[in-house]
Each structure stands twice: as C-alpha cells, then as structure tokens.
C-alpha cells in the first residue's frame, strides 16, 4: 500500500472494492471473489493501464502435493481449487474490461527465501 501511495505513476488505487463472481468447485455456487487491489497506472508511454492485483503466498499459489492424504493437505487442496476458480474469474473480468489480472508473491517483492 505504501508503495501505491508514494509511486508517481499510480493514478488511484482501491483496496477490495470490487466483487468478481465465480463459481466454487467445492459446492457448484457462485461466490464473490474480493480481489485485494485495483489499480490504475500510467505507463511509460504515457498511457493508462488497470491491474487487478492478488497477494498470495507462493506456497498458495501451487498445487499441492503429497503422498499422504493428511487432513492439512485436504485443506491446502481445497483452498487452492478454490483460488484457481477466483484467479480464473479475475482473468476474464479483466480480459472483457481491458484490465491486467496479476498475482503478487513474497518472489515477485524480493522477499523469496527457498
């Protein structure tokens, strides 16, 4: 947040102010998908640009995978079908408004430690 505030280039930015809808695996039901930003950019040609943004974990934003079915795996596989449903949402809401759908890590803030 820090950073939108202080960079010249961000025209406005909001914090889970806009519902994507998309249907859950787990129950078949259509949900609200609260993004945790929407931003808009000016780029280096000078040009306006909107990112909605989602800042996960890198850990969440894998399959999981293990050979036992231990009840933190089923958790940790359901959390991710579910994101994968909302990240698919995002993409085409963003796609059909001219925005750029992205997920942020601890890699892509240079905070990675293997």
Sequence with gaps: MKYLDENLNVIWWASEELHVPYVSPIDNRVHRYFPDFITRLKTKENKE?????????????IQPTQKRKTKRFLQESVA????????KAANLFCKEHGWTFQIITEKELGLWDK
């Design 80 to 87: 991710y079908a579910v994101n994968v449903e909302k990240w």
């Design 49 to 61: 640009k909107t990112i909605m943004i989602e800042v996960k974990p890198y850990k969440q934003t």
